[in-house]
Nanobody, 124 residues
Framework: QGQLVESGGGSVQTGGSLRLSCVYSGPITSAFAMGWFRQAPGKEREYVAA????????AYADSVKGRFTLSRDNAKNTMYLQMDSLEPEDTAVYYC?????????????????WGQGTQVTVSP
């Protein structure tokens, strides 16, 4: 059974940076598309960024474009989300997800595996 384990969340002030990591195992490999999503209290889970299998492309939500950078190191079975210029609106629980697809996916319902989430809090 595939596993995804996020880490790197925390509390920062506006303008600060954090780097989230997502370690994957089991059947999840570099042949999987992966993504980052977030959910704030009282809101639906929303897409943040996604990457295709074997570097077949990346995409970002408009709200984070230019501030967040997604990458993956297949040798370490790890996906990263570098978050710079953080804003209070970025406060949420961040989840990584994986799916046996080639191209990146922005629809959370199409992902098969999810991590437990890591909290990111940005104070004014």
């Amino acid at each position: 059974q595939g596993q995804l384990v996020e880490s790197g969340g925390g509390s920062v002030q506006t303008g600060g940076s954090l780097r989230l990591s997502c370690v994957y195992s089991g059947p999840i490999t570099s042949a999987f598309a992966m993504g980052w999503f977030r959910q704030a209290p009282g809101k639906e889970r929303e897409y943040v960024a996604a990457i295709g299998a074997m570097f077949s492309g990346t995409a970002y939500a408009d709200s984070v474009k230019g501030r967040f950078t997604l990458s993956r190191d297949n040798a370490k079975n790890t996906m990263y989300l570098q978050m710079d210029s953080l804003e209070p609106e970025d406060t949420a629980v961040y989840y990584c997800a994986a799916a046996p697809r080639n191209f990146y996916i922005t629809d959370p319902s199409r992902y098969d595996y999810w991590g437990q989430g890591t909290q990111v809090t940005v104070s004014p």
